[in-house]
């Protein structure tokens, strides 16, 4: 099982900014595809970007698309999604996962389809709010 941590949600205004990390100590995780997904009450999870295991072409949703921007650093074993002109409609739990997918899949992919291959970090909360 690889094990991933998120950080860095927040409370923030339209408009503001956002850095999220996903950090892992397992020895095999950059041979995985990365991906942020996020999840609203009472709706499925769904991917916001996803990013390789070479971290060269990452995937956007088009809904994020000129203001997200999602990086991986291979020697810390971190990827981060810096997201900016963020709106009410980023609400969410941001949860990264960890899948041996290539990352348009990988983000497309419902959650379900998702089960047998991924491992989910526990979370970390963003709320857009005037």
């Known amino acids: 099982q690889v094990q991933l941590v998120e950080s860095g949600g927040g409370l923030v205004q339209p408009g503001g900014s956002l850095r999220l990390s996903c950090v892992s100590s397992?020895?095999?995780?950059?041979?995985?595809?990365i991906g942020w997904f996020r999840q609203v009450p009472g709706q499925e999870r769904k991917g916001v970007s996803c990013?390789?295991?070479?971290?060269?072409?990452?995937y956007y949703a088009d809904t994020v698309k000129g203001r997200f921007t999602v990086s991986r650093d291979m020697d810390t074993k971190t990827v981060v999604l810096q997201m900016s002109s963020l709106e009410p409609d980023d609400t969410g739990t941001y949860y990264c996962?960890?899948?041996?997918?290539?990352?348009?899949?990988?983000?497309?992919?419902?959650?379900?389809?998702?089960?047998?291959?991924?491992?989910w970090g526990q979370g970390t909360q963003v709320a857009v709010t005037p």
């Open positions: 990013v390789g295991n070479r971290g060269a072409s990452p």
């Open positions: 397992a020895l095999t995780i950059n041979d995985y595809t």
């Open positions: 996962g960890a899948a041996p997918l290539e990352e348009k899949t990988m983000c497309e992919m419902d959650a379900e389809q998702l089960r047998p291959y991924i491992d």
